[in-house]
């Protein structure tokens, strides 16, 4: 198959973008597929798009180049008002699927997915809509409210509300403080004391309009899959210091993952199944993972979904997947046969 393997874009998670990307186009070129890396918002200029596809291609040479655009970043937004770079569209529509490995906003928020809907170009994952509500921390709690997905309490303020008491909105110290609508825990801060929300609400407010407080649950962390409205194993994170923020994620050694993780039958059964109802609450397709804390009681909440979650060769979802007996490379194809079959109904 032609295969896009869209990457890079605009938002704050860019460089983990660029990384699965570079992962999940090297694991689909293994299994003898036609596969370029792509930049979304740089684009490929010098590229035609019936011998992109062809001969040798060098998928590091490709990654190293969008890694060097990421210090152009800034100004290009400024200068131009386009968000598809040069040849993007082209590119992907001469492919047979593009693997959507963007992150975060304009990518992970439907609205890529919305302009290639219109454009008739097959992309991997969900769809415009579905990616919009996950995408929004507080629509997301409606809809896990709706479908009676716990899920922890939380309040949106908009930026003009930081003095609001938050015993005003039922909430004490500690609290966890997000930005509405991000990803990969940027911006994210758990806030113990008065010095520690007020820090947070202003770093929080300095990404977004719109912030999500929402009670500290203190207990375990995990990460379930869905593909195919198939739950996954559990996986389990444990940060060896503080919580799972951008740097926990991302940085190696920094935090002990084991899956499948250690918990009764019953206590995974039930994650899996309120994996699942998430998934469906939000009409996610295709694939996604959903974040839970267990407290001490043993009590499960949903935290969030994610529609485009990270695809490194040692992101959640392929270690899960290797439990199942499934490498990486088959993963990435298994992606895309289960996001395939939607253009085949």
């Not at 990307?21 to 590229?47: I, M, Q």
């Not at 906003?105 to 919305?114: C, H, L, M, P, T």
């Not at 009681?297 to 899960?320: D, F, H, R």
Request: glycine share 10%.
């Amino acid at each position: 198959m032609k295969i896009v393997v869209l990457a890079g874009g605009t938002s704050t998670e860019r460089d983990v973008s660029i990384v699965s990307g570079t992962g999940v186009c090297k694991a689909l070129r293994e299994k003898g597929h036609s596969a370029v890396l792509l930049d979304v918002f740089f684009g490929w200029p010098e590229a035609d798009a019936e011998t992109a596809f062809g001969g040798d291609y060098d998928v590091e040479a490709a990654a190293a180049r969008m890694r060097g655009w990421s210090e152009e970043l800034e100004q290009a937004k400024k200068s131009r008002r386009e968000f598809f770079g040069p040849k993007v569209i082209a590119l992907c529509q001469a492919a047979d699927m593009v693997f959507l490995a963007l992150h975060g906003a304009n990518g992970e928020d439907g609205k890529v997915q919305a302009a290639f809907d219109l454009f008739g170009i097959r992309y991997t994952g969900t769809g415009y809509l579905s990616s919009a509500i996950a995408m929004d921390k507080k629509l997301t709690k409606e809809f896990f409210r709706a479908f009676r997905v716990p899920t922890p309490g939380g309040a949106v303020f908009t930026r003009g509300m930081e003095r609001t008491e938050l015993t005003d909105c039922g909430l004490n110290l500690p609290v966890v403080v997000k930005p509405c609508c991000g990803g990969s825990s940027v911006g994210v801060a758990v806030a113990r004391t008065e010095e520690e929300y007020e820090k947070a609400l202003e770093d929080a407010f300095s990404y977004e309009d719109q912030v999500v407080v929402e009670e500290f649950i203190e207990g375990r962390e995990f990460s379930v899959a869905v593909i195919d409205g198939k739950a996954y194993p559990v996986i389990e994170i444990a940060p060896k210091e503080g919580f799972y923020d951008y740097k926990n994620k991302y940085q190696a050694g920094s935090t002990v993952e084991t899956c499948p993780a250690e918990l009764p039958p019953e206590k995974t059964e039930e994650m899996q199944h309120l994996a699942c109802l998430g998934a469906e609450a939000l009409g996610i397709t295709g694939y996604s993972r959903l974040d839970f804390m267990m407290d001490r009681e043993g009590k499960l909440y949903c935290l969030e979904a994610n529609t485009l979650p990270g695809m490194t060769p040692t992101s959640l979802i392929p270690q899960e997947a290797a439990v199942l007996g499934m490498s990486y490379p088959e993963l990435c194809e298994e992606l895309i046969r289960i996001s395939m079959e939607k253009y085949q109904e």
